[in-house]
C-alpha cells in the first residue's frame, strides 16, 4: 500500500515538473519546436516612433513585437504589434519617452522566448535655423528678436565681446524670448549675438551673427549758465547735469550763434575751478572791450546733448568788474536756523548773506535795507540763533576783486522752527 501511494506521488511529481518546465520562459510556447528567439534586436528612434529590426528565426512563419515605457518588457506585460515585420516603425509614442521593445519569432509549434531588450527614445528633428536676428543697444543692455523657427520649442541667445560667438564660448542665456532685453553689459562695449532654436532633440543651428553697441542715454540740457568778464578773459559756471562725462563750451561774438559756427572748447566733467563744486571754465585771450556769447552743451559715451544751454554774454573789461548777483538762492528752516545755499558765481571769491526779521518784504532792494550780515567763502551757509515761528528776509550778494554785486530781486523768506 505504501510502496503503491509512493509511485502515485512521484507520477504526480514528475507530471507538475513537466508542466512548469514546458511553460518556462515568456515565450508562451507550446512545446519544445517553436522557433528560436530572434536574434540582434535592435531599435531605432524617430518622431514619436521607433524602427525596430532583428534578425530572422528558422522556422518562423511570422513575429510580435512587445513594448512598454520599463525595462524587463514581456509577452506578459507589454503592448503588443502582432505581426510585425523586421525594419517596422512602431507610431503613436510620445517624443522624449524611453520604450523597451523585444520580439518573439511564432511558428506551427508556437511562440519562442523574448529577444534580448532594445531601448530607444524617440525624438523630433532639430529645429531649423532662427532667421532674422535683429540686436538693438540701449544703455547697459541690448534688445534682441528673431523670426519664429519651425520646430522651435524654445530659444538660447549667446553672446560675447568677439566676432564668432558659438554655443561653446559664448554667454548663454537660456529660454530667451524675441524681443528680451540682455542687461548688465558694459555701454560703450560692442557685442555679439547669436540665437538658437531648441527642442526635446536638443539645439538647432545657430543663427547669423548680430552685434550692438549699449550706450547711455544722451545727457540733458546744461542748466544755470553764468559768465563774467575779466582781464582779457571771461569765467563761466554751470549747474552739473546728471549723466555728462564731459562738456564742450562754444563762443562767438556774434549773437545768436549755433555750435556749428561758434569756436569749440571742450572740458571734462571734473574740470572745474579750483575750489568749486560745479563745472566751469576760464576761456582766456579774448579782447577787452567785446561782447562775447556763450554757449554749453553736456556729452556722454552716446554724443553730444541735442539741447544747449541757453546764450549768455560777458565784456572782458582791464578793470576790474563786480560779480554778478548769485542765482539759486534757497532757504530751509531748521530748529531757530535757516539754511541758506546759493549757485557759485564766476569770479566771486566771497560771499555776504544779508537778513533781517520783518513780518513784511523790504520796501528796498539795497542791501542796507537789512540789519545783520554773515559772510561766507561758499555755498550753503547756516543762520542760527533765530527765534521760532519769526519771520526773516534773506539777500544774497558775490564779491570780487573788490566789488561786491547788488542783491537778489526777491529776497527769500524763512521761517525757523
Not at 553689459?185 to 560692442?190: A, D, S
Amino acid at each position: 500500500m505504501k510502496k503503491q501511494l509512493f509511485r502515485w506521488l512521484a507520477a504526480i511529481t514528475l507530471t507538475v515538473l513537466a508542466l512548469f518546465f514546458a511553460g518556462c520562459g515568456s515565450s508562451g510556447s507550446s512545446d519544445s519546436n517553436a522557433p528560436a528567439k530572434p536574434t540582434a534586436m535592435a531599435a531605432t528612434a524617430g518622431d514619436s516612433q521607433a524602427t525596430v529590426t532583428w534578425t530572422a528565426s528558422v522556422d518562423a512563419t511570422s513575429y510580435n513585437v512587445y513594448y512598454g515605457t520599463n525595462p524587463g518588457v514581456t509577452a506578459g506585460n507589454g503592448t503588443k504589434v502582432a505581426g510585425a515585420t523586421s525594419g517596422q516603425a512602431i507610431t503613436g509614442l510620445a517624443n522624449g519617452t524611453t520604450y523597451y521593445f523585444v520580439v518573439t519569432a511564432v511558428g506551427t509549434h508556437g511562440e519562442s522566448a523574448v529577444s534580448d531588450e532594445a531601448s530607444v527614445t524617440p525624438l523630433p528633428p532639430l529645429p531649423d535655423k532662427v532667421s532674422g536676428v535683429v540686436v538693438t543697444g540701449g544703455d547697459a543692455q541690448a534688445t534682441i528678436s528673431w523670426s519664429p523657427a519651425p520646430g522651435a520649442s524654445s530659444y538660447n541667445v549667446y553672446y560675447g565681446t568677439a566676432a564668432g560667438v558659438t554655443a561653446g564660448n559664448g554667454t548663454k542665456v537660456a529660454g530667451a524670448t524675441s524681443g528680451q532685453a540682455i542687461t548688465g553689459l558694459v555701454n560703450g562695449t560692442t557685442y555679439y549675438f547669436v540665437v538658437v532654436a531648441a527642442n526635446l532633440a536638443g539645439e538647432g543651428a545657430v543663427s547669423d551673427e548680430a552685434s550692438a553697441k549699449p550706450l547711455p542715454a544722451l545727457p540733458g540740457k546744461v542748466q544755470g549758465l553764468r559768465v563774467s568778464g575779466g582781464n582779457g578773459q571771461v569765467t563761466m559756471a554751470w549747474s552739473a547735469v546728471a549723466g555728462a562725462t564731459s562738456y564742450n563750451v562754444y563762443y562767438s561774438t556774434t549773437s545768436g550763434f549755433t555750435t556749428s559756427t561758434g569756436t569749440k572748447v571742450s572740458l571734462t566733467a571734473d574740470e572745474s575751478l579750483a575750489g568749486l563744486t560745479q563745472p566751469g571754465l576760464t576761456v582766456t585771450g579774448l579782447a577787452n572791450g567785446t561782447t562775447y556769447y556763450f554757449l554749453v552743451t553736456a556729452s556722454n559715451i552716446a554724443g553730444e546733448s541735442t539741447s544747449t544751454s541757453s546764450q549768455s554774454s560777458a565784456k572782458p573789461s582791464a578793470s576790474a568788474q563786480a560779480p554778478a548777483k548769485p542765482t539759486g538762492v534757497s532757504v530751509t528752516a531748521g530748529a531757530g536756523s535757516l539754511a541758506v545755499s546759493w549757485d557759485w558765481v564766476p569770479l566771486a571769491t566771497s560771499y555776504n548773506v544779508y537778513y533781517m526779521e520783518s513780518a513784511t518784504a523790504p520796501t528796498t532792494l539795497a542791501v542796507m535795507t537789512y540789519n545783520q550780515k554773515v559772510s561766507s567763502t561758499g555755498s550753503p551757509l547756516t543762520i542760527t540763533g533765530l527765534t521760532p515761528g519769526a519771520s526773516y528776509w534773506i539777500t544774497v550778494t558775490a564779491i570780487g576783486s573788490g566789488l561786491e554785486s547788488g542783491g537778489q530781486t526777491n529776497p527769500k523768506q524763512g521761517v525757523p522752527q
